[in-house]
Structure formats: structure tokens, C-alpha cells
T-cell receptor, first 113, second 114 residues
Framework: DQQVKQNSPSLSVQEGRISILNCDYTNSMFDYFLWYKKYPAEGPTFLISISSIKDKNEDGRFTVFLNKSAKHLSLHIVPSQPGDSAVYFCAASSGGGADGLTFGKGTHLIIQP | ETGVTQTPRHLVMGMTNKKSLKCEQHLGHNAMYWYKQSAKKPLELMFVYSLEERVENNSVPSRFSPECPNSSHLFLHLHTLQPEDSALYLC?????????????FGSGTQLSVL
């Protein structure tokens, strides 16, 4: 049973517009959420994160929103740029310690010129 | 060199071969991980080493054997693999025990089992 779900395998957005990537989770013990970006033939790189005590975290063009009651988080990218084309993974962890992260399947974001 | 480095980048092996994947982290972290990424699946956690002790195995088949000789190096020894083991194998490291722990990944080894 998947604990972190990204239900959109792909998303196409026009350059300059807003990209919104969604993620749902089922484990109420998760208290820290991360987004990773992955280019082909490279490992995932950390993008932005949010702790469960917050509902929003912003870093430049990237904003992550957390709705704990709905067990839902989203990543907003505005404005979208061609270099944003990549696979985005949502990940979650609980309790700290070396437990690793639980990942979703990823969403392939394609920015159209 | 900085970050997490993995070798080789690509590996093709037969089902009877024995090979090893190598990972080295230059970040001073105390935990290292092996993840498997298969097509259209989430990244799957295989092994975790914290302070050089294995803390999680996640029911990985015994044909995968990890080794962590020190906090900077991690190996994944492979023997008698199956074609369905073909995947991208990713190594990661983190500073376990810190708040809001993040994983830092290597570029991965793309493994093909024939």
C-alpha cells in the first residue's frame, strides 16, 4: 500500500505559467515533507521541504503548501521555466533518525516554450 | 570531489555474474542508504546504515548484500541476479539524528541484468 501518492504521472505547462504538482499521503505519523527534482541519468536533488508545524514554505519561485487535515501537499512553481522540466518526487518522513524517506512515484513536468 | 559519488554509472551483467556497486560520500554524514528505482514505481528503500550499523533491511532478497566498512563508503554486492532486478540503484547519505533530515543522492548506477 503506497503511503505517498502522486496521482499525476505527467504534467505539461506553458513557460511563464504556474506549475502545480500534487501529493497525498496516508500515514498520519509523517511530520516532514520534501520535494526532490530529478533529471534523466542523475540522482534526485533536494528542492524544498516543509515541517508539519507549518502550512507554507517559500523559496524563490518554489512554494510548498501543506494541508494536514486533508493529508495533502502541493508544490507551486511560478513562473515556470524550461529548466524546470524534470521528474518531481514527493517524499515524507516521520520521527527523525535514520529511517530514510518514503517516496511517491513522481510526476514528470514538461514546460512548453 | 563533493557530494555523493557512485560507480559504475552503468553496469550490464549476466545472471551468473558477481559484481559490486560502490558509493562514497564526502559530506561528513553518519547514515547511508541504498534505494532502488524501477520504471513507474516509487523509489524503494533497500538498506540503511547508521553509524556503520545496518538498521533496516526491508525484506530485500539475499542476492543483494550491502557492506558499509566506514561512514564514508557503502557497497552493494550483487550475485545471481534476475532480469527483474534491472533498475537504477541510488545511494544516498544524511546526517541522522538532526531535525528535518535531508537525503543527498548520488547519480545512480543503471543496472541491466541479461
Amino acid at each position: 500500500d503506497q503511503q505517498v501518492k502522486q496521482n499525476s504521472p505527467s504534467l505539461s505547462v506553458q513557460e511563464g505559467r504556474i506549475s502545480i504538482l500534487n501529493c497525498d499521503y496516508t500515514n498520519s505519523m509523517f511530520d516532514y515533507f520534501l520535494w526532490y527534482k530529478k533529471y534523466p541519468a542523475e540522482g534526485p536533488t533536494f528542492l524544498i521541504s516543509i515541517s508539519s508545524i507549518k502550512d507554507k514554505n517559500e523559496d524563490g519561485r518554489f512554494t510548498v503548501f501543506l494541508n494536514k487535515s486533508a493529508k495533502h501537499l502541493s508544490l507551486h512553481i511560478v513562473p515556470s521555466q524550461p529548466g524546470d522540466s524534470a521528474v518531481y518526487f514527493c517524499a515524507a518522513s516521520s520521527g527523525g533518525g535514520a529511517d530514510g524517506l518514503t517516496f511517491g512515484k513522481g510526476t514528470h513536468l514538461i514546460i512548453q516554450p | 570531489e563533493t557530494g555523493v559519488t557512485q560507480t559504475p554509472r552503468h553496469l550490464v551483467m549476466g545472471m551468473t555474474n558477481k559484481k559490486s556497486l560502490k558509493c562514497e560520500q564526502h559530506l561528513g554524514h553518519n547514515a547511508m542508504y541504498w534505494y532502488k528505482q524501477s520504471a513507474k514505481k516509487p523509489l524503494e528503500l533497500m538498506f540503511v546504515y547508521s553509524l556503520e550499523e545496518r538498521v533496516e533491511n526491508n525484506s530485500v532478497p539475499s542476492r543483494f548484500s550491502p557492506e558499509c566498512p566506514n561512514s564514508s563508503h557503502l557497497f552493494l554486492h550483487l550475485h545471481t541476479l534476475q532480469p527483474e532486478d534491472s533498475a537504477l540503484y541510488l545511494c544516498a547519505s544524511s546526517q541522522a539524528g538532526t531535525a528535518n533530515e535531508k537525503l543527498f543522492f548520488g547519480s545512480g548506477t543503471q543496472l541491466s541484468v541479461l
